[in-house]
């Protein structure tokens, strides 16, 4: 198991195990990573010279990747169970425990 050391790498290798070797896309979060945070979409299109639409494509694939991939491990969730059913009994409503 590798631990990334910051968000960028970590990014960059949740796109590399996806199959996803798109240049531009990588560039974008190597060199825009904070831009990508606060919207500026104008300033990556030109800066990388793509599109606004390409860029907020991009954008839309880096919000699908996990900020946090290891979250979750080893922790127990904890579940509600009910114990008290509610039932129609003769047109009443009626409740039961189990």
């Known amino acids: 198991m590798f ?10 290798r949740q796109l590399e195990a996806l199959g996803s070797g798109d240049p531009l896309l990588k560039q974008m979060i190597k060199e ?6 606060h919207g500026n979409i104008g300033h990556i299109s030109r800066s990388l010279k793509i599109p606004t639409s390409q860029v907020r494509k991009y954008m839309l694939m880096i919000g ?3 900020p946090r991939p290891s979250t979750g491990f080893g922790i127990k ?3 509600i169970h009910c ?11 009626g409740n039961s425990t189990e």
């Open 3 to 12: 631990f990334s050391s910051d968000l960028k790498e970590c990014l960059l």
């Open 32 to 37: 825009h990573l904070e831009d990508v945070a």
């Open 64 to 66: 699908t990747l996990n």
């Open 77 to 79: 969730k904890n579940r």
């Open 83 to 93: 114990s008290r059913y509610h039932h129609k009994k003769g047109g009443r409503l």
